[in-house]
């Protein structure tokens, strides 16, 4: 399994960086977890092929994880000439949720007549569901965002890959990480408890518990981004857009 970080920033691209997007390959399959705005600009950047994904997982509906879905839809249709089908899983109402943006951004993109099929599905909690290869778990976190935020555990084959999404300390992200060989954690600051996210000391704490044998942090915040040096566990690795990982 191969990991590229197109995008690891937060909503506000501090550090510059692009807005959540993960691209992963494995076992003959293509996928994306999460789709912010700038997905495309980093996807052209590290010269990968958005006609060559198969499914894209949305985490929970915030447009710097899913509003990127709006401007794939248009390039899949007038630039890339996809005709292959692409399927998108995200949390409830994901379907009418990109309908409104599309329509709102682009009106009368929603409704063409497309060259590809695009598929919905919806997650249910701690539901396992398979898309060819990859089966995903979501375990249900704790992050306004007008539907379920889910943390997202991939299995493909005996590799295990797994992403918090966003949100502060809930329970649900031990059984999400445990064991994995990767667990993707959102770090929003150094310390303190930063409503709806994460900071390094909380991490920190429940890494033990969690038993993932690496842990990569990203959207980070500029106050994070400042003290990131300061992260010396040797179990962690700290996103950076254009990231390669093994798993």
Known sequence: MKLTVVGCGDAFGSGGRLQTCYHVASAGTHFLIDCGATALIGLQRLG???NSIETIFISHLHGDHYAGLVWWLIHAQHVAKRTTPLT????????????IAAEALFPGSATVQRRFDLR???FMPETPLTMGPVSVTPYEVRHASGAPPY???FQVGSKVLAFTGDTEWVESLVPAGSGADLF?????QFDGEPRFHMSWRT????LERIGAK?????????GMLDRRGEVTDPRCVLAEDGLVLGI
């Open 120 to 122: 919905f599905a919806e």
């Open 214 to 222: 690496r842990v990569m942090l990203t959207h980070m915040a500029s």
């Open 88 to 99: 998108v899983v995200g949390p409830a109402s994901i379907e009418a949720r990109f309908q």
């Open 151 to 153: 943390a997202l555990r």
């Open 203 to 206: 991490i920190a704490a429940q």
């Open 184 to 188: 993707i954690m959102e770090c929003y």
């Open 48 to 50: 990968i092929d958005p």
